[in-house]
């Protein structure tokens, strides 16, 4: 097999600093590369130190050859006449990547026009070809605003190949995209390892790098800890750091124990219907919540599972329907943990002042937080900063921490864990579920991992399906069980 | 925790930049000549002298003398206090009046939201110097109609950007966790909006001294400001216009108070970290 | 679109309000014997006596009870009938079609020139931001910020009239009249909206589909035109449309120092002989000029960017 891209003893360096430790690698054309990490990882700063697109203030150093053209990584520059030509770059979030104002078309067409030196008419024929063959027919007069998460992130990868690049390099590509959509860029990808390209992969998910197949290497802080055929590494892992976490994978992740609901619903439901931007979310809903009780939601995303949470917490309205709360309760043991730890907090006051604020307006027991906090592993120093100064996964610990004096009846958490690296799910996903069988409180979760939720609830709620069969669905979740039923599953596309 | 060193985002360095300093400092020097020079060389500015008409520097007035003999160490540093006081107490009402108005159409949404913003935007299409000119016209005393027509002029920004920012706060997870924790409409107040406002107010309130202190001087300069004999920066300069060839210092004093305050204004606005 | 052109209709009503009250308090706050002074601008001191005074009062309403006489007042607003300038008689309407042409040139004259100097400095500036010349510009536009209008034309004037005799410091008629007035309110303009370009290039050249460009292959000149200069075009002219209340002020002042006889030199003069419907004739066109081109802008952002076209009323 030929190597079109060989890197050797690729480093970052931020000043004296070392980010990424020696590292060289080889793509071969027709199999695929996979740089397995968390997030800050160093992964995507090896990632782009090979192409060329690291930030102002880091240094490279190292020697890549793309195509039998050799570069000296410590003199920046070099890669610019390479890139779209040699290498294509398909960036992270590619909606975001793609110019807002300008059509799908001509943002593909450019490459043909201005770097391979097509007329314009040509290119834009060579565009409309590579969209029809990516199922984009039609789509070429959209903007991107008008264009799907996944069909954006095909307008980038026609785009950045459109100059002619055999070797490609995806940062993150199913950042932002839904489980159901992961499969789809896996096709993308594949597609371009068949026709004898290479690929190099940079991503976090342990299930796109399952799927990948090809060479993967793993990364710790800037190392290289594993590396080797992927399918080797990920079945028989070697290093500590890969077995923990293939552990974290919710896949992995022993089944809990159902537990029939029991006692008196702390909260109900009846017949909620949900109408948003002239969609219908879902209708004829009921729930019953009973303490103690991990009730799951599911479904892909813009199919109203936060709207429901929000809604039996009172803070969205539905169209129809009621939501009863059990009577005597008072309305602060009703409580939610949110998508993005750092934004429910104060930004600019001390966590331990925010506590403190707490304790002070309800009078509570202040002397519970060091318990509490040795519970939930936190250390106490983290009460003397800012959320900005807290990592994601003790800033969601301190969220739930925060609840928890209050003594809720019921906890919605919205995502709680979706912006955490995979050990750090686990961790606070396992802290959750323990909270709720210990204090018997009722918790609705929602996730887009049916995994997390398979092994983590009593019960699933699933909203929407997914256009395809049983592509998206959760295996083995019993989908609307106990005391609800879910009249109409609304189909979303 | 591997991810803790890379995954925080940087915070941003609180206090105030080298630039900020140097406004503040430029600012400093001013207000103490504008409030020390009565106290170290006292003179009536109004007070007419044929000796000195013209006159250079000298010890009781190192500034020199003007056109009438008049002490132009003390008529600047009078120039000085009355557009500082007439700024500082335009950019106080027009804040407090801004943010009230803000806070509350923001807050409240609905039809109060639409009416503030519709009237805001029709205050905005009368140039300033215009309504600060016809409100002039209305109210008697001119320092007062300077204050008046300033405020009207200068809520508008407070405004503006009050309610956007309490209008992205409202909805934000912060805001709704902490309603849901049981916080009233005052801690959110203080928690929340206050932080996230007042380095803002702070850029607003320099440029709008900065525009408050412009709009005097440029009115007095056209002489539908302030009447002679009352000292002004703007009348100052037009009064001694005509003897620039005799004593350009006299001309240019006023001039530079005028460019330094409205510097030391300037910088303090403009040095934030974007 | 149909709710922002709606909106624009509700802001020119506001704006009518607006000035009708202003003007009407104006007119309230004359003096008691400035209906006489009025008599006597309008007919001569001589000629003055009780029954003119009392027709003047009669013709402004100075008599009728306040909202009476506001609600007249403002019908004839509305109808844009201003009546006649207190001072020279001529109707308000004459008076400013005559002024607005010379205000228009010195305005159009100031614009153009900033246009040329501000943007494409400011576009060079955002591409490098930190680079020495955004760092040079930032510290001009602050100097620049600095000097008020009046500052700057007193500044030329001293500079270029009396020191160095080159130029006509007051005038209007030939070529040469236009240089300093134009130039110290194209000075001010330039520097703000190089200021505004400069960040709105920044903010471009720092978006990801910016970067994307780059690695598609495009050269930097490519990458400028073909996503670049829509993309700052909205900010360039949402500035426009804002910076219309700038050059306003400016012409105001700069008219009266260099002696243009525009409207902003007229308007000086009408509030100095407290001419109320010369004030309110000029208070209104300048609003409703104001409300009509961001109406304009609005239309034209919408043509650059068609995306969510909801927020326009938020946007001025």
């Known amino acids: ?493 | 925790m591997s991810a803790i060193t890379t995954d925080i985002p940087v915070t941003a360095r609180s206090g105030w930049t080298r630039t900020q300093w140097a406004g503040t400092a430029i600012l400093m020097l001013i207000v103490a000549f504008a409030l020390l020079a009565p106290i170290l060389f006292p003179a009536d500015p109004l007070r007419q002298s044929l000796r000195n008409i013209l006159g250079g520097p000298d010890a009781a007035s190192p500034l020199g003398y003007d056109h009438l003999g008049r002490s132009l160490t003390a008529r600047l540093a009078a120039a000085l206090r009355l557009s500082l006081w007439i700024a500082a107490a335009a950019v106080v009402t027009s804040a407090v009046l801004g943010m009230a108005v803000g806070v509350l159409a923001a807050w409240r949404g609905g039809w109060v939201d639409r009416l503030a913003a519709l009237l805001a935007d029709s205050f905005l299409a009368l140039p300033g110097l215009l309504m600060v000119l016809i409100v002039s016209a209305i109210v008697p005393s001119t320092p007062l109609a300077f204050w008046i027509g300033l405020t009207l002029v200068l809520w508008i920004e407070y405004f503006r950007l009050t309610r956007a920012t309490v209008s992205r706060l409202i909805v934000a997870p912060g805001v709704q966790a902490s309603r849901l924790l049981g916080f009233g409409p005052v801690y959110i107040f203080r928690r929340h909006l206050w932080p996230e406002l007042a380095p803002m107010l702070l850029t607003v309130a320099a440029f709008g001294a900065a525009t408050a202190i412009m709009t005097i001087a440029a009115l007095g300069f056209v002489s539908v400001g302030m009447r002679p004999p009352t000292p002004e920066l703007g009348l100052m300069m037009v009064e001694m216009l005509p003897y620039y060839r005799e004593a350009p210092m006299a001309l240019l004093t006023p001039v530079l108070a005028t460019f330094l305050t409205l510097l030391g204004l300037n910088l303090i606005a403009g040095g934030r970290r974007a | 679109m149909i709710r922002a052109v709606g909106y624009r209709l509700a802001q020119a009503v506001m704006v009518a309000l607006l000035v009708g009250v202003l003007t009407f308090l104006m007119m309230q706050a004359l003096p008691g014997d400035m209906a006489f002074r009025i008599a006597a601008g309008r007919y001569g001191y001589d000629s003055v006596n009780a029954a003119a005074a009392e027709a003047v009062r009669q013709e402004l309403g100075l008599d009728r009870p306040a909202i009476e006489a506001f609600g007249r007042w403002f019908m004839d607003l509305l109808r844009l009938d201003f009546g006649t300038s207190v001072i020279s008689g001529a109707p308000v309407i004459e008076e400013i079609r005559h002024q607005l042409g010379a205000s228009l040139q010195l305005a159009g004259a100031a614009l153009a020139l900033s246009l040329l100097i501000g943007p494409p400095v400011g576009v060079m500036a955002g591409l490098r931001a930190g680079g020495w010349l955004d760092r040079g510009l930032l510290v001009v536009s602050t100097a620049l910020r600095s000097v008020p209008q009046f500052l700057m034309g007193l500044i030329l004037i001293v500079l270029f009239s009396i020191q160095l005799g080159w130029l006509p410091a007051a005038g209007y008629g030939r070529p040469a009249h236009f240089i300093l007035p134009a130039l110290t309110l194209a000075l001010g303009l330039a520097a703000a909206s190089a200021r505004i370009t400069r960040d709105a290039m920044a903010g471009v050249a720092g978006t990801p589909f910016y970067a994307f460009g780059r690695w598609k292959g495009l050269g930097e000149g490519q990458l400028f035109r073909r996503h670049g200069l829509r993309n700052i075009g909205v900010a360039l002219v949402t500035f426009l449309g804002l910076q219309f209340a700038m050059l306003v002020e400016g012409v105001v002042v700069i008219e009266a120092i260099f002696g243009w006889p525009g409207i902003g030199h007229a308007l000086v003069h009408a509030i100095f002989g407290r001419d109320v419907p010369m004030v309110q004739g000029t208070a209104l066109l300048l609003g409703l000029g104001f409300v009509a081109l961001n109406a304009a802008v609005d239309l034209a952002a919408h043509w650059i960017d068609p995306r969510g076209t909801e927020k326009a009323g938020a946007k001025a």
Not at chain 1, 154 to 171: E, N, T
Not at chain 1, 236 to 263: E, V
Not at chain 1, 392 to 410: C, H, I, N, S, Y
């Open chain 1, 1 to 493: 097999m030929t190597i079109l891209l060989n890197a050797e003893n690729v480093s970052v360096h931020a000043g004296a600093e070392q980010l990424v430790e020696p590292v060289s690698l080889a793509l071969r054309a027709g199999r695929p590369f996979t740089i397995l990490g968390e997030t800050g990882s160093g992964k995507s700063l090896l990632a782009q130190a090979i192409v060329g697109t690291l930030p102002d203030g880091l240094r490279a150093s190292g020697q890549v050859t793309l195509d039998g053209h050799a570069l000296d990584l410590a003199r920046p520059g070099g890669h610019r006449a390479l890139w779209g030509r040699v290498i294509g770059v398909l960036p992270q979030e590619p909606w975001l990547s793609l110019d807002p104002l300008m059509k799908a078309r001509a943002q593909v067409a450019e490459g043909h026009a201005l770097v391979r030196g097509l007329s314009w008419e040509d290119a834009g024929t060579a565009a409309d070809r590579d969209l029809a063959e990516l199922g984009l027919d039609g789509a070429g007069d959209r903007r991107p605003d008008q264009l799907s998460g996944g069909m954006a992130q095909r307008v980038a990868f026609a785009a950045a190949r459109a100059a002619g690049a055999r070797i490609v390099v995806a940062d993150e590509p199913t950042k932002g995209l839904d489980v159901a959509r992961r499969d789809d860029v896996i096709e993308l990808l594949m597609r371009e390892v068949r026709e004898g390209g290479a690929l190099l992969t940079i991503t976090h998910d342990l299930a796109l790098a399952r799927r990948m197949g090809g060479d993967l290497a793993v990364v710790l802080k800037g190392r290289v800890v594993e590396r080797g055929p992927a399918d080797q590494v990920l079945t028989n892992p070697q290093h500590d750091y890969t077995r923990r976490l293939i552990a974290a994978d919710p896949s992995s992740w022993p089944q809990g124990l159902r537990r029939p609901p029991k006692g008196a619903p702390v909260l109900s439901a009846r017949d909620l219907s949900v109408t948003r931007g002239g969609k219908r979310l879902f209708e004829g809903l009921d729930i019953d919540l009973h303490p103690g009780e991990i009730v799951g939601i599911w479904g892909p995303s813009g199919c109203g599972k936060s709207t429901l949470g929000d809604i039996l917490l009172g803070l969205a309205h539905p169209d129809r329907g009621t939501v009863t709360r059990c009577a005597g309760i008072a309305p602060v043991r009703f409580q939610k943990l949110y998508q993005d730890p750092p934004s429910a907090f104060p930004r600019h006051i001390r966590l331990g002042q925010a506590l403190d604020d707490l304790v002070r307006l309800h009078g509570l027991n202040a002397a519970r937080i060091p318990g509490l906090m040795e519970r939930l592993r936190l250390s106490p120093i983290l009460l003397s900063r800012r959320p900005t100064g807290v990592s994601g996964g003790e800033l969601q610990r301190l969220a739930l921490l925060r609840v928890l004096l209050l003594d809720p009846v019921f906890l919605f958490a919205d995502e709680p864990t979706s912006r955490l690296d995979l050990i750090t799910q686990a961790e606070v996903t396992e802290l959750l579920s323990e909270a709720a069988r210990e204090t018997g409180m009722a918790l609705l979760i929602v996730s887009h991992d049916p995994d997390l939720l398979d092994r983590t609830a009593d019960r699933v709620i699933s909203l929407g399906t997914a256009p395809e069969g049983d592509a998206g669905t959760p295996r083995g979740v019993p989908r609307a069980g106990g005391g609800e039923r879910l009249r109409d599953r609304v189909a979303l596309v």
